[in-house]
């Protein structure tokens, strides 16, 4: 089992920055990749940006620019940084994690849908922009 626990959202003016973590519990299990999604109230779920197992990176197009994602493999731990925050990134921020296997079926952004062997959320960290 993947335990996956997001941190570092709160309050921050706009303009401002902060940077999110997500860390994966997963230990004897490969990770495929590590994508950040938000969702805010009354929308759908979106994509922010994922890390995949090559290194690889992509962004959602309003992150373009003023979000960078990295990872501490060593850590099995994705960070977000956000900078140049605006009003409308207010959202609950979620972090997803594949790992790699056979059994499941996991979306992993830029790749589709890919054969896992598990797909694992955490419960989201909020960030909230003001004026």
């Known amino acids: 089992q993947v335990q996956v626990v997001e941190s570092g959202g709160g309050l921050v003016q706009s303009g401002g920055s902060l940077t999110l973590s997500c860390a994966a519990s997963a230990s004897g299990f490969n990770i495929a990749a590590m994508t950040w999604y938000r969702q805010a109230p009354g929308k759908e779920r979106e994509f922010v940006a994922v890390?995949?197992?090559?290194?690889?990176?992509d962004y959602g197009h309003f992150a373009q620019g003023r979000f960078s994602i990295s990872r501490n493999n060593a850590k099995n731990t994705t960070y977000l940084q956000m900078n140049n925050l605006k009003l409308e990134d207010t959202a609950v921020y979620l972090c997803?994690?594949?790992?790699?296997?056979?059994?499941?079926?996991?979306?992993?952004?830029?790749?589709?849908?890919?054969?896992?062997?598990?797909?694992?959320w955490g419960q989201g960290t909020q960030v909230t922009v003001t004026s």
């Open positions: 997803n994690v594949p790992i790699e296997g056979y059994g499941h079926s996991c979306t992993i952004p830029g790749w589709g849908r890919v054969s896992c062997g598990g797909d694992y």
């Open positions: 890390i995949r197992s090559t290194g690889s990176t």
